[in-house]
C-alpha cells in the first residue's frame, strides 16, 4: 500500500541498442539530471526528492524519489494589456479587455479584480498545476534533446498505431523499448516513437528469461539483477569490477595496471562482469612493456598484471559479459586475438632496431611540422639550439643537450611510432640506449613528453634542456603563426606546453644544485633567442611580451587554488624572474598576516598615487638638510634603518623577513601623512619630499607591489 497515493518514486528508462562505451557515463548522468531538474522546475517533485542514475550499455534510467502525480496550483499574476487599450475613459472594459477575459475562462466581474500597474493590466488567477503523464512527457522530450551524443545516427520506424508508415529518428542508438512508471502504474508517454510500458529486457545472454515485468519503480534495480542478470547502476558495476580485478590479481600475487579510463569503458561494455585470466608466451617480454601495455589496453581493453616492482607480467586480465560454467573457451579466444597483436609489436620492435636513430634524422626534413613553420627537420634545428642555449644557463652539458634534441623526433620515423603515436619518445629512448647513445640523452628523448603533472624533479639538466626548448619552440612558432589560444580553444595544447615550462622552472629552482648557486635562466631571455631561432618568421617584441603574460597568466590560474587573487596580483604585476612566483606568493601570503600590513599596503598605494601625478621622473633620494618637520625627519631614520636591512634580504632571497622588516615603517609613515605636506610651496622642499616618498615606494615594492593588497 501506498503511503501518500500522490506522492510516489518515478522510473524511466530507454533500452535502446549498445550505446558508444566512452560517452555510457556522461549521458547517463545527463539524461536522469536533465529529467529531474525539468519535472523539479514544473513542480512535480517534492523537496526532498533523489534521483539516481542508471547506465549499461543497452539502457539509460533516472530513479527519482518523491514525485507527485500532479504539481500544485498556484496563483500568479496574468499580464492583459496596457490600461489605456482595456479600459475607456470612464474606467469601464472595452470589448478588447472583455474579449482578452473570455480566452482566460472569466467574464466582465473580473475586471473589478483587476490590478494597474504601471499602466499595465494584470488579472489574478489560478493556475492549474501540470499533471505528471504531461510534465513527464516535457521532461523526456528535454532529457532526450540536451543528451551530450557524440554522434547522432539515424534510423527507421517500423508501422505502428502511433506512427503509421515509415519515420525516421535521430537518436545516439536505436531505441527499443521505454518504461515509464510511477509506483506499480504505467505512465502514458512516449518518445522515439515508442509507448511506454513496464517491460524491457535483461542481459542478452544470461537472463533468466527474455523479456522482464517491471512490478514496481522501486523494484527496477533488483528485478534487472535478480531476472535480467544485469548491474543497472555504473557505479556499482565499476567497483564490482574493480573488486574482481584486484581479487583475481591477488591470487596470482600480483597487481592490475591502475588505468581509470579503462576501467571506465570496460564498466560501459558489460551488463554484468566476470573477471578472467588469460597469459601469453614469455618471449613477447622482449619487447617494452610500454608496447605491450598499450596494445593490450588500447585494442582489447585488458588489464596488463604487474609485479610488486611494477614490471609487465606475461598475464593479464579479461573482464567478460558471460559468465559459462567453463570459462576454457572464452579465455582461449582472447589469448587467441591478443597474440598477433604482441606478434605485430615484437616484429616492430625488432624491426627498429636494425637502423640507428642517427640513420633517421635525415627523414625528418620530409615529414611536416607545419606548414607555415616547415618541417620536422627545421624544427629540430630550432629546438637543437634552444636546448643548447638553455643547457649553457643551467649548468646542463651542451653537447649532450644538443645531441638529445638532434635525436629528439627521430622515433617518429619508427614503424613502432607509426603504428601507435602514443609511444613518441619512450621508443626513442629505447633505441637511443640500443644505439648506445649516453645515459641521459635516452632518458631526455623520453622526458620531453613528460606531462606536467608528472614531472618530479629536474635531476638530469638534459632532459630540463630539451623539455624546455621543445615547448617554447612550439609556444612561441604557433603563436607566431597567429594560432594563439582562444576561449576554449586550445588546439596546440599552448596552454599545457606554458604549464610545463613554469613546472621545469619551479623544479630547477627547487633542485640542490640552485640552492647554492645563482639560477641564470631568465624568461626574458628565453622567449628572446627563441624568437631568434625563427629565421623565415617575424617575431616582434609586443609578441614577446605577449606570449610572456600568458606564461604569467598561466601561473596566476594554477597558484589561484593556493593564494588569493589579490596577493598574486601584487607579486605577478611586477613580472618577477618566473621561479621567483611562488616564493614571493608565499612571502606576501605571510606579510598579510601582520597587523601593520593594510596601513602599509594604504599608505603605499597613497604614495604611488602622489608619485604617478608629478610630472617627469622622481629620484629617489634625500638631501637631509631640506628635511624640516620631525615627522619626515623620523621617516626618514626609520628607512636608513629598515632599507639596509630589507635590501640585504630581499638580496639573500628571503622574501618573507625582508617584508616583515617593512612592519616598523608603519608608525613613521602615518605620522608623515598627519603632518607632512607634501606639495610644499618650496619648490625644492617638495622635490625632497618626493624623493622621500620614491624612496619609501622603491624600498616597500621590491617583493611584490603592495597597493594591490589596499582593501
Known amino acids: 500500500m501506498e503511503k501518500n497515493p500522490h506522492n510516489k518514486n518515478l522510473l524511466v528508462e530507454l533500452f535502446v541498442e549498445e550505446l558508444p562505451p566512452k560517452a555510457l557515463n556522461k549521458l547517463g548522468e545527463a539524461f536522469s539530471s536533465v529529467l529531474f531538474e525539468s519535472l523539479k522546475t514544473q513542480g512535480l517533485t517534492l523537496e526532498n526528492a533523489i534521483v539516481t542514475d542508471f547506465a549499461t550499455p543497452r539502457r539509460l534510467a533516472a530513479h527519482i524519489k518523491y514525485v507527485a502525480d500532479k504539481a500544485a496550483d498556484k496563483q500568479i499574476s496574468q499580464k492583459l ?269 625488432d624491426q627498429d632496431r636494425k637502423k640507428t636513430l642517427e640513420s633517421r634524422i635525415a627523414g625528418l626534413d620530409k615529414v611536416v611540422y607545419h606548414n607555415k613553420l616547415g618541417s620536422q627537420g627545421e624544427r629540430s634545428q630550432r629546438v637543437r639550439a634552444i636546448a643548447k642555449w638553455v643547457a649553457e644557463r643551467i649548468d646542463a652539458d651542451p653537447q649532450l643537450a644538443d645531441r638529445a634534441a638532434q635525436l629528439a623526433k627521430a622515433d617518429l620515423l619508427t614503424d613502432m611510432v607509426g603504428e601507435f603515436p602514443e609511444l613518441q619518445g619512450i621508443m626513442g629512448s629505447y633505441y637511443a640506449r640500443h644505439d648506445n647513445e649516453n645515459e641521459l640523452v635516452a632518458e631526455a628523448i623520453s622526458d620531453q613528453y613528460v606531462a606536467r603533472d608528472d614531472l618530479d624533479d629536474a635531476s638530469n639538466l638534459v632532459s630540463a634542456s630539451l623539455l624546455i626548448a621543445d615547448k617554447v619552440e612550439t609556444l612561441v612558432g604557433i603563436w607566431a603563426i597567429g594560432l594563439k589560444p582562444t576561449g576554449d580553444k586550445d588546439p596546440f595544447a599552448l596552454r599545457r606546453h606554458a604549464l610545463g615550462i613554469i613546472k621545469s622552472f619551479e623544479l630547477l629552482a627547487a633542485s640542490a644544485f640552485y640552492q647554492k648557486h645563482e639560477f641564470r635562466l631568465s624568461l626574458d631571455d628565453l622567449l628572446e633567442f627563441t624568437a631568434k631561432t625563427f629565421t623565415g618568421t617575424l617575431i616582434s617584441v609586443s609578441m614577446i611580451e605577449e606570449i610572456k603574460q600568458f606564461i604569467f597568466n598561466r601561473y596566476e590560474n594554477q597558484l589561484s587554488v593556493l593564494f588569493k587573487l589579490q596577493t598574486l596580483d601584487a607579486v605577478i604585476s611586477l613580472t618577477p624572474p618566473l621561479h621567483e612566483v611562488y616564493k614571493r606568493a608565499d612571502a606576501v601570503n605571510s606579510f598579510q598576516q601582520l597587523s601593520e600590513a593594510n596601513s602599509l599596503a594604504a599608505a603605499n598605494k597613497r604614495v604611488g598615487n602622489i608619485l604617478k601625478k608629478v610630472e617627469g621622473e622622481v629620484k629617489a633620494e634625500v638631501n637631509v638638510n631640506l628635511l624640516k618637520e620631525p615627522a619626515e625627519i623620523a621617516l626618514n631614520t626609520a628607512l636608513s634603518q629598515v632599507k639596509p636591512e630589507a635590501d640585504k634580504l630581499f638580496e639573500s632571497g628571503d622574501y618573507t623577513s625582508s617584508l616583515k622588516a617593512l612592519a616598523a615603517l608603519k608608525s613613521p609613515v602615518d605620522d608623515f601623512f598627519d603632518n607632512v605636506m607634501v606639495n610644499a610651496e618650496d619648490p625644492a622642499l617638495k622635490a625632497n619630499r618626493l624623493g622621500l616618498l620614491a624612496t619609501l615606494h622603491q624600498t616597500m615594492n621590491r617583493v611584490a607591489d603592495l597597493s594591490k593588497l589596499a582593501s
Open 81 to 349: 494589456m496596457p490600461a489605456n487599450v482595456g479600459l475607456d475613459a470612464n474606467g469601464s472594459a472595452t470589448p478588447a479587455l472583455l474579449k482578452k477575459l473570455q480566452s482566460l475562462g472569466a467574464d466582465a466581474s473580473a475586471v473589478a479584480n483587476l490590478k494597474n500597474d504601471n499602466n499595465t493590466l494584470f488579472l489574478d488567477v489560478l493556475q492549474a498545476g501540470v499533471t505528471l503523464p504531461d510534465g513527464l512527457q516535457k521532461a523526456l522530450n528535454e532529457a532526450i534533446a540536451k543528451l551530450p551524443i557524440p554522434k547522432v545516427m539515424t534510423y527507421q520506424l517500423h508501422e505502428n498505431t502511433q506512427n503509421p508508415g515509415w519515420d525516421s529518428v535521430n537518436f545516439v542508438r536505436p531505441a527499443h523499448a521505454l518504461v515509464a512508471m510511477h509506483g506499480s502504474s504505467t505512465i502514458a508517454v512516449n518518445a522515439l516513437g515508442l509507448n511506454a510500458s513496464n517491460i524491457t529486457r535483461g542481459h542478452r545472454f544470461e537472463a533468466k528469461q527474455p523479456v522482464i515485468t517491471i512490478k514496481h519503480a522501486d523494484s527496477y534495480e533488483q528485478q534487472l539483477l535478480d531476472e535480467g542478470a544485469v548491474i543497472a547502476s555504473f557505479a556499482t558495476r565499476k567497483a564490482e569490477i574493480a573488486n574482481q580485478l584486484n581479487a583475481a590479481a591477488a591470487k596470482q600475487s600480483l597487481k592490475p595496471i591502475e588505468d581509470d579510463a579503462l576501467l571506465d569503458e570496460v564498466t560501459a561494455l558489460v551488463e554484468r562482469p566476470n573477471v578472467l585470466l588469460g597469459q601469453f608466451e614469455e618471449v613477447y617480454l622482449e619487447v617494452p612493456q610500454e608496447c605491450l601495455i598499450l596494445t593490450m589496453k588500447a585494442n582489447q581493453k585488458y588489464f596488463p598484471l604487474l609485479d610488486t616492482n611494477d614490471k609487465l607480467t606475461n598475464k593479464f586480465l579479461i573482464v567478460s559479459n558471460i559468465s559459462p560454467k567453463d570459462p576454457s573457451a572464452v579465455i582461449g579466444g582472447n589469448e587467441r586475438v591478443v597474440r598477433p597483436r604482441l606478434a605485430d609489436a615484437k616484429f616492430f620492435f
